[in-house]
């Protein structure tokens, strides 16, 4: 089998691990873009995602925003898993609103990393804002093949 560019890595683990990602399509998540260190993630807000006060459940756009982190950090194939992370919201997200979340490798030494996740609704307004802190387990594959 011919070498993979880190694209087509990226793609290939996107794939992959989507395939046996149950919560990310449970939620009807949907990987838009993948690249070396970054991803794209959208959400549609439905009506089992609401809280009590009819907002998404602030858990959810967590979710979100972790999905977007893990898929940008393990886009080299090396499995690599959350450290810890911050989530500060912005807005609320009610029920239809399309929510993206966009992460960017923002610094990767050693087995450590730190990317930022972004997470807009259809209007471009900004809902949250989530720092993921990663640790790579060097030598083993994110996903196999």
């Known amino acids: ?14 794939d992959r691990m989507y395939a046996n990602d149950r919560v990310s399509q449970g939620l009807g998540m949907r990987v838009t873009q993948i690249g070396p260190g970054n991803s ?3 959400m549609t807000v439905r009506e089992d995602m609401l809280n009590g006060h009819a907002l998404c459940h602030g858990g959810l756009i967590a979710t979100l ?3 977007a982190f893990a898929f940008a950090c393990n886009a080299y194939n090396e499995r690599t ?4 992370f911050s989530l500060d919201l912005h807005a ?3 029920l239809g609103d399309v929510l993206t979340a966009r992460c960017f ?3 990767k030494t050693g087995r ?5 996740t972004e997470v807009h609704n259809q209007r471009g307004e900004r809902i949250a804002l989530f720092r993921g802190r990663s640790y790579t387990q060097r030598g083993r594959p994110a996903v196999e093949g």
Do not use: I, K, L
Not at 1 to 14: D, G, S
């Open 65 to 67: 925003a972790d999905t």
């Open 112 to 116: 450590t990393g730190v990317y930022d």
């Open 81 to 84: 898993v959350a450290s810890g």
């Open 105 to 107: 490798e923002q610094a």
């Open 92 to 94: 609320p997200a009610h």
């Open 1 to 14: 089998m011919a070498e993979r560019n880190p694209q087509q890595t990226a793609e290939f683990v996107r």
């Open 40 to 42: 794209t993630v959208t």
